[in-house]
């Protein structure tokens, strides 16, 4: 089955520097792959999206590329700020019609000012 | 901006016992949906719903399961029968369009079986 794996936490940066959390996915078909941040005391949000081979999302200054021959869709940000703090969950669904996404575990990034 | 709202944010419920937990989706949002996440687990798919029914569900979604939409608004979850596994932190989740639409989640609400 649909499987997405990414690196645990807590990932721990400071402020300005470059982050990078790994994401790779195994799944039978063409994929759409997302990454969804979960603030403190909020729910989940759409940070960004791809939706075939070599797209590149991105939003707030994060960006992420769908690799397909790598099956990686890796969060980066140039330079973080305290704000960034969240967790961040990497999500693909299958093409086909399918509806359900399927997630990792979490990330949880923690950015010391 | 508007949001999706669950309640209760936090139940503390009996092995065996019935619970509901409650999601009004965005207003003019078509497709409705259910995921939990185990605590150090990853959020797992439970339930999509559409046009008053059940358009999928995962392995997870048994018979002690369902999910009604009773009066327009609401969304509900109901676990007839709690186990001490079923505490997790359950999300709501909502969309205007199909496939391509953006997906918006709930704050989540924490239940606890002991």
């Known amino acids: 089955g649909d499987s997405v794996t990414q690196m645990e936490g807590p990932v721990t940066l400071s402020e300005e520097a470059f982050l990078t959390i790994n994401c790779t996915y195994t799944a039978t078909g063409y994929p759409s792959l997302f990454w969804y941040v979960q603030y403190p005391g909020e729910g989940l949000q759409l940070l960004l999206k791809?939706?075939?081979?070599?797209d590149k999302g991105s939003n707030k200054g994060f960006e992420a590329t769908y690799r397909k021959e790598t099956t990686s869709f890796h969060l980066e940000k140039g330079s973080v700020q305290v704000s960034d703090s969240a967790v961040y969950f990497c999500?693909?669904?299958?093409?086909?019609?399918?509806?359900?996404?399927?997630f990792g575990k979490g990330t949880h990034l923690i950015i010391q000012p | 901006e508007p949001e999706v709202t669950q309640t209760p944010s936090h139940q503390v419920t009996q092995m065996g016992q019935e619970v509901i937990l409650r999601c009004v989706p965005i207003s003019n949002h078509l497709y409705f949906y259910w995921y939990r996440q185990i605590l150090g687990q990853k959020v797992e798919f439970l339930v999509s719903?559409?046009?008053?029914?059940?358009?999928?569900k995962s392995e997870i979604f048994d018979d002690q399961f369902s999910v009604e939409r009773p009066d327009g608004s609401n969304f509900t979850l109901k676990i007839r029968s709690t186990k001490l596994e079923d505490s997790a932190m359950y999300f709501c989740?909502?969309?205007?369009?199909?496939?391509?639409?953006?997906?918006?989640f709930g704050e989540g609400s924490r239940l606890t079986v002991l």
């Open positions: 999500a693909l669904r299958e093409g086909g019609g399918a509806d359900g996404l399927t």
């Open positions: 719903f559409y046009n008053n029914e059940i358009s999928e």
């Open positions: 989740a909502s969309k205007r369009t199909d496939n391509t639409g953006e997906l918006f």
């Open positions: 791809a939706t075939k081979a070599d």
